[in-house]
């Protein structure tokens, strides 16, 4: 119920264009606490994490700076429920940072991401707090200068060290310094060719190259199942339906970003942040090939998402939101397909939808 009601009046205020903080801020604790006091014992993640908890930094068994803050909770008589709670409630106030850093539709983004990403970032602990720390990194290139790049290095490796997958992050800051019109036309080529290369892996089966480039990121990490890593993930037991899904949703975001950027905006710092907020977009599209054959790099395309929808809030600040046009199609679309293709509606054993009614406490395990 109180997932709904926070909601509800984000949403009002959004569609009010009411440049409201507190009631944003009271929102993001609030998804803090539904994220950090969600029960065990309903999905494979929970239990593992739970299960894993009292492991030492030593045994590499996740990135050191999610088993070292771990641990540390553990060794000062935190119990797991304890720790989940207060690692959501420092992961969201730095999301929160870094959202109040791009733009002051606070609760027009809290609105959207309530429906999509949100409940998958409830249960993927590591990738949130990675996503966290790398959007606020990158919000430090809105002015591009030596002393912002420095902080914008310092948290995405902070993020880096949560999820190894945050690595791809420093692209980012590397394209900071390259001409955008360059990037705009590159990415041109890129998409179909990203596009073409992940249905020939899926046809040919051929995964020898993703999972040496799989077994590379995750040694960055000094992870000691690496080999786990990759069996888990399988190449071969793939879902088509859900995969071309999430690239549909990716696709569709990226267009949308695409149509954004195509008008220019009177306002210098404005225009920065589209830019920025696109770069962060088309890190997926080096990764639709490899998510043809390993669906674990879903997450890396699901952030790019996260990026178009808060591109978004800060296109239409400070115009009025109006979901009758084409971007409010495009995003009423991209939301829809993303919540389909990762199962939202689907009451299946192992599917999100199975999963909802725990996250969102409208049932209890106990």
Sequence with gaps: MLFFVTVVINGIIAFMKKNNFFIPLVGFLVLAWISGTMVSGFSFDTDAYELLYPMNPSTHRFEQGYMQLSYWSYTHGLSYSDFRLYYFLIAFSVFFIAICR??????????????????NEASQVRNFMMYAWVLLGISF????????????IIFVTIGFLFQTTGIVFYFVIFLRYIPFSFIKKSTKI?????????????????????????SFVTSLSNRQDTAEILAA????????????????????????IEIMLDVKHDSKTIQSKMELLYMIVIIGLFFIPVIF???????????????????????TYPNKVKFKGTLGT???????CGMISKGYFLN????????VPYILHIKSTE
Excluded: C, D, H, W
Excluded at 195 to 207: D, T
């Design 141 to 152: 290139l809105i002015n591009k200068t030596l002393r912002n790049t420095i902080f914008a």
């Design 190 to 214: 890129i998409a179909p060719v990203s596009i073409l290369l992940g249905l020939l892996f899926y046809a040919s089966g051929s995964s020898g190259l993703v999972a040496k480039i799989l």
């Design 348 to 355: 299946e054993y192992g599917k999100m939808g199975s999963y």
């Design 293 to 315: 054959v390993s669906f674990n790099f879903e997450r890396i395309l699901r952030n790019s998402v996260n990026a178009l929808i808060l591109a978004f809030t800060v296109y």
């Design 233 to 256: 993930n399988g190449f071969g037991n793939r879902n088509i339906l859900q995969t071309m899904g999430v690239v549909l949703t990716y696709l569709i975001s990226l267009y949308a």
């Design 330 to 336: 495009l995003l009423t679309v991209i939301i829809l």
């Design 102 to 119: 791009f733009t002051k539709n606070r609760s027009l983004y809290l609105f959207l991401f309530s429906f999509f990403p949100f409940l």
